[in-house]
């Protein structure tokens, strides 16, 4: 059975269907766990959940979930929270994240729409993280999400994640390329925004690629190399909240294995030089 708790100084890779030959021959020490989103994997079985069994015997597995719907105006969905807390449960996972945005409305829409900034949000959303907490009984982390309208905003994102944090009694995983993206596209300061996330609820984080549409426009597509600006905006999150594990995301344009593990190792070097 895997610890609770993974080290601090760990790095991972998300677990891809098109990565999955590549992860399965990665040299040891070359990640320390694996996330995936459930709905990829809950009831698959055959050759390929084999392959996943032999995964979760060798590594840790974190989960990051696309279609609870944290925001939408649905009731959650009862049966996929089964089917996650049984993962959870046959392959001993501990860490469960989901995005602070809605996906669902009358049926699953596919992608992760951004939610209004104010109090009666914070209040819905915090009282869904409390019904998923009950349900999974555990603490879950939410992550900041990267959007490109900004509807009903009555208080800074920084603000509202705050907020929601502090009413669902929630930790936090911070993606950095979402901060990155978002401070461009939105015109905001994102050292300001990783200064302002609280350090003891802040549990993991993710970096990634974008693409460049424009200077003042960046899409977040988790489908190229993590630019230079991600990488300095890591190192401020390091100085401000700590060491803690830290996962690349790619999700498309596979390279080839030593380019990501260049990546890996480059977390594990900025790591080095924080601890």
């Given at each position: 059975?895997?610890?609770?708790?993974?080290?601090?100084?760990?790095?991972?890779?998300?677990?891809?269907?098109?990565?999955?030959?590549?992860?399965?021959?990665?040299?040891?020490?070359?990640?320390?766990?694996?996330?995936?989103?459930?709905?990829?994997?809950?009831?698959?079985?055959?050759?390929?959940?084999?392959?996943?069994d032999?995964?979760?015997?060798?590594?840790?597995?974190?989960?990051?979930?696309?279609?609870?719907?944290?925001?939408?105006?649905?009731?959650?969905?009862?049966a996929?929270?089964?089917?996650?807390a049984?993962?959870?449960?046959?392959?001993?996972?501990?860490?469960?994240?989901?995005?602070?945005?809605?996906?669902?409305?009358?049926?699953?829409?596919?992608?992760?729409?951004?939610?209004?900034?104010?109090?009666?949000?914070?209040?819905?959303?915090?009282?869904?993280?409390?019904?998923?907490?009950?349900?999974?009984?555990?603490?879950?982390?939410?992550?900041?999400?990267?959007?490109?309208?900004?509807?009903?905003?009555?208080?800074?994102?920084?603000?509202?994640?705050?907020?929601?944090?502090?009413?669902?009694?929630?930790?936090?995983?911070l993606?950095?390329?979402?901060?990155?993206?978002?401070?461009?596209?939105?015109?905001?300061?994102?050292?300001?925004?990783?200064?302002?996330?609280?350090?003891?609820?802040?549990?993991?984080?993710?970096?990634?690629?974008?693409?460049?549409?424009?200077?003042?426009?960046?899409?977040?597509?988790?489908?190229?190399a993590?630019?230079?600006?991600?990488?300095?905006?890591?190192?401020?999150?390091?100085?401000?909240?700590?060491?803690?594990p830290?996962?690349?995301?790619?999700?498309?344009?596979?390279?080839?294995?030593?380019?990501?593990?260049?990546?890996?190792?480059?977390i594990?070097?900025?790591?080095?030089?924080?601890?």
């Amino acid at each position: 059975m895997m610890p609770d708790a993974l080290p601090a100084a760990s790095i991972g890779l998300g677990l891809r269907r098109g990565l999955l030959e590549a992860i399965e021959a990665a040299p040891a020490g070359a990640f320390d766990f694996l996330e995936c989103a459930p709905e990829n994997w809950i009831h698959v079985g055959g050759a390929l959940g084999a392959r996943f069994d032999a995964l979760s015997a060798r590594h840790p597995i974190t989960l990051h979930g696309l279609s609870l719907s944290l925001g939408g105006a649905m009731p959650l969905d009862e049966a996929l929270l089964d089917d996650i807390a049984a993962l959870m449960q046959h392959h001993h996972i501990r860490h469960y994240s989901e995005h602070l945005s809605y996906s669902a409305d009358d049926g699953h829409l596919y992608d992760l729409m951004p939610l209004a900034f104010d109090e009666a949000t914070v209040a819905h959303v915090a009282a869904r993280i409390d019904q998923v907490q009950q349900k999974l009984g555990r603490r879950i982390a939410i992550e900041n999400v990267s959007y490109y309208a900004a509807p009903w905003q009555r208080m800074p994102e920084a603000d509202f994640v705050n907020a929601v944090l502090h009413a669902g009694d929630c930790d936090l995983l911070l993606d950095v390329n979402n901060v990155y993206v978002n401070a461009i596209n939105h015109g905001y300061d994102a050292r300001g925004f990783i200064e302002a996330m609280p350090s003891q609820r802040v549990v993991s984080y993710h970096v990634a690629g974008h693409f460049d549409e424009a200077d003042d426009l960046k899409i977040d597509t988790h489908g190229a190399a993590v630019k230079d600006g991600v990488w300095a905006l890591l190192d401020v999150a390091y100085a401000r909240h700590g060491i803690k594990p830290t996962l690349l995301e790619r999700d498309f344009n596979y390279p080839p294995w030593h380019e990501l593990a260049e990546e890996l190792a480059r977390i594990r070097q900025l790591q080095a030089q924080h601890a």
